[in-house]
């Protein structure tokens, strides 16, 4: 036969274009789109279905070190395991540096956490939390060069937030190596200010987790860090944007020609402030920064998804177990809000809301969908077009979605290393019903059939949104 497999009978559907037609596969990679493509080893039929790219997640934490006491509750074999059974195909952890140490070794720990684990493709970004000199003019520099070109700062949390002085700085090395820098932009001093007011008037429930850090603390960092970024000439990721008043500020920098791109998240679409209002702890299951707001919040998120204020969509996936003292009950005598650790699983999830939500309920259309949740995670992280399409020579990353197919979603679906969802009992329509990671199908019928470590580590080209040296600016 001429194909290890042919997918029969499905429309195809990229960021561009919608065709029905068979997809012809062989070593991994996609070699023919076409009509009547002859004999295959192996027929997948897709009659009724949509035939979709592989989703990339460019935003997840898996096995990080969190605090004291707090383990994350997923490894990489589990992560990548509900990623495969939510249809994505690659996965972008981040590899976090802790102070004091070289980021060269950190990279490699996390490659023996990660190595002989996966179920999905996988592609590290890095967090840089100590932005010393050996970093900055050499670790960095050399990491860029061989494929880990994008990294993540803070602009809070202990331990890990920049001051603006130490932003510019890793800025400019972004300038001058052509690497992309994402940033957490929410206001520390703000968050601390506002936290400790809480807490001397008793008000330490997880609601007061978001009235802790309200929009305008995002919002203000958010314009900072596009003002630091303007300052250094270099293109800059906001990464989970929540609310209108942050996105407007990615919109304003997009009027004004700088090169802001913007994320958004599952969170802050379907969730709200509310949620963290429940029984006891319950809220704890919803803690995650920045907190998801309200339904004007997920009408504007919507909105800069459609109109390109936003140009991926991740989920943040970053797990804890509910029921646990080391997850978000927090250890003994720790009562407050400030001691849950932020951040909520999501990486089976994602697809299937957006699409239920999305697709399904006509707020996006389908290219759109597939431009937001792979083609441009792919293109703006450098790894179109081998990743974030169906083309020839792409790699056979592809999920098959059934359009019509109605689920109840819970834990026991997306078997993440948590103990629930925070989207448990959503309605959703559309699902996908296939899994396939560089020609080898992974997830079937909700089942997982893949061994791990099928599941291989990318490295990336730079960014097509990042300058370099000094193209494009003025010589000083
Ligand atoms: O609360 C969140 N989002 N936790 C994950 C870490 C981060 O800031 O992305
Ligand atoms: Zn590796
Ligand atoms: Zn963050
Ligand atoms: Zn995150």
């Known amino acids: 036969?001429?194909?290890?497999?042919?997918?029969?009978?499905?429309?195809?559907?990229?960021?561009?274009?919608?065709?029905?037609?068979?997809?012809?596969?062989?070593?991994?990679?996609?070699?023919?789109?076409?009509?009547?493509?002859?004999?295959?080893?192996?027929?997948?039929?897709?009659?009724?279905?949509?035939?979709?790219?592989?989703?990339i997640d460019a935003h997840v934490?898996?096995?990080?070190?969190?605090?004291?006491?707090?383990?994350?509750?997923?490894?990489?074999?589990?992560?990548?395991?509900?990623?495969?059974?939510?249809?994505?195909?690659?996965?972008?952890?981040?590899?976090?540096?802790?102070?004091?140490?070289?980021?060269?070794?950190?990279?490699?720990?996390?490659?023996?956490?990660a190595d002989g684990e996966c179920h999905v493709d996988v592609s590290f970004h890095m967090i840089i939390s100590d932005p010393s000199e050996q970093l900055l003019g050499q670790e960095l520099p050399a990491l860029v060069e061989d494929g880990y070109t994008s990294f993540k700062i803070f602009m809070t949390y202990e331990g890990l937030a920049l001051n603006?002085?130490?932003?510019?700085?890793?800025?400019?090395?972004?300038?001058?190596?052509?690497?992309?820098?994402?940033?957490?932009?929410?206001?520390?001093?703000?968050?601390?200010?506002?936290?400790?007011?809480?807490?001397?008037?008793?008000?330490?429930?997880?609601?007061?987790?978001?009235?802790?850090?309200?929009?305008?603390?995002?919002?203000?960092?958010?314009?900072?860090?596009?003002?630091?970024?303007?300052?250094?000439?270099?293109?800059?990721?906001?990464?989970?944007?929540?609310?209108?008043?942050?996105?407007?500020?990615?919109?304003?920098?997009?009027?004004?020609?700088l090169t802001v791109l913007g994320e958004t998240c599952t969170q802050y679409l379907v969730l709200t402030e509310k949620d963290l209002d429940g029984l006891g702890m319950e809220g704890a299951k919803y803690v995650c920064s920045p907190p998801p707001r309200d339904t004007a919040s997920q009408d504007a998120c919507w909105e800069g998804l459609r109109n390109g204020a936003f140009t991926i969509f991740s989920s943040d996936h970053c797990p804890f177990?509910?029921?646990?003292?080391?997850?978000?009950?927090?250890?003994?005598?720790?009562?407050?809000?400030?001691?849950?650790?932020?951040?909520?699983?999501?990486?089976?999830?994602?697809?299937?809301?957006?699409?239920?939500?999305?697709?399904?309920?006509?707020?996006?259309?389908?290219?759109?969908?597939?431009?937001?949740?792979?083609?441009?995670?792919?293109?703006?992280?450098g790894l179109y077009p081998r990743k974030g399409t169906i083309a020839v020579g792409a790699d056979a990353d592809i999920a098959i979605w059934d359009p019509g197919k109605r689920v109840t979603l819970t834990h026991d679906l997306i078997q993440d290393g948590a103990d629930y969802t925070p989207y448990e009992g959503r309605e959703i329509i559309g699902w996908p019903v296939l899994t396939m990671v560089r020609g080898r199908v992974v997830?079937?019928?909700?089942?997982?059939?893949?061994r791990k470590g099928h599941g291989i580590h990318l490295s990336r080209a730079r960014s097509p949104y990042a300058k370099r040296g000094f193209e494009g600016r003025a010589q000083p």
Not at 15 to 34: H, P, Q, S, T, W
Not at 194 to 203: P, S
Not at 443 to 450: F, H, N, P
């Open 1 to 55: 036969a001429s194909y290890d497999t042919i997918i029969r009978g499905g429309t195809v559907i990229t960021a561009a274009d919608r065709i029905m037609c068979d997809v012809g596969i062989r070593d991994g990679r996609v070699v023919a789109l076409g009509e009547s493509l002859g004999e295959a080893r192996q027929v997948i039929d897709a009659t009724g279905k949509l035939v979709l790219p592989g989703g």
């Open 61 to 113: 934490h898996i096995a990080q070190p969190s605090g004291e006491g707090i383990v994350m509750a997923d490894d990489f074999e589990s992560g990548t395991r509900s990623a495969a059974l939510g249809g994505t195909t690659t996965i972008m952890p981040f590899a976090l540096q802790e102070k004091g140490c070289s980021m060269r070794e950190t990279l490699k720990a996390y490659h023996a956490k």
């Open 164 to 257: 603006d002085r130490q932003i510019l700085d890793v800025m400019s090395v972004a300038r001058e190596t052509g690497a992309l820098v994402m940033v957490h932009a929410e206001n520390y001093d703000a968050i601390r200010f506002m936290t400790e007011q809480l807490e001397r008037g008793g008000r330490i429930a997880p609601k007061y987790h978001a009235t802790s850090r309200p929009i305008a603390v995002e919002r203000e960092a958010t314009h900072r860090a596009i003002s630091l970024a303007e300052l250094v000439d270099v293109p800059v990721m906001i990464v989970h944007v929540s609310n209108r008043e942050a996105m407007e500020q990615i919109r304003w920098a997009k009027d004004k020609g």
């Open 321 to 381: 177990r509910y029921d646990d003292p080391q997850g978000k009950l927090t250890p003994k005598g720790k009562t407050s809000f400030r001691w849950v650790p932020n951040g909520i699983p999501g990486v089976g999830a994602r697809l299937p809301i957006l699409f239920s939500e999305g697709v399904s309920k006509g707020r996006i259309d389908l290219e759109t969908f597939v431009a937001v949740t792979a083609a441009n995670p792919a293109k703006t992280y």
């Open 443 to 450: 997830v079937e019928d909700g089942a997982l059939i893949g």
